[in-house]
């Protein structure tokens, strides 16, 4: 049995490779400026293919503090309407 923490990341990473392949995304576009610049290039193969991982993980750190901010906004905002804090 996987622990929870590989499922996470197993999770985190399907969800950025979503979040790619829809075009009009702004994950899309950071990908897509980022690939030229920190992958290597194949003449042979005339493509970027060294290097997509480091991206992929970058991506997944900001959607990670995404929804971080997210959840912890609408924790603050839920408490402020109850005055708990």
């Known amino acids: ?3 929870c923490w590989t499922c996470n990341k197993q999770t985190i990473y399907l ?3 979503q979040a790619i392949k ?3 995304s702004e994950w899309s576009k950071i990908y897509e400026r ?3 610049i920190k992958c290597s ?5 005339r493509a ?3 290097g997509k991982g480091k991206i992929i993980g970058r991506i997944a750190g900001q959607m990670i503090l995404v929804m971080n901010t997210l959840s912890f906004s ?3 905002s839920r408490n402020e309407n109850d005055n708990f804090l």
Not at 41 to 45: A, G, Q
């Open 74 to 76: 609408s924790l603050l």
């Open 48 to 50: 970027y293919y060294v």
């Open 22 to 24: 829809s075009k009009e």
């Open 34 to 36: 980022l690939v030229p």
């Open 41 to 45: 290039y194949d003449e042979r193969k």
């Open 15 to 17: 969800a950025v490779w």
């Open 1 to 3: 049995m996987k622990n």
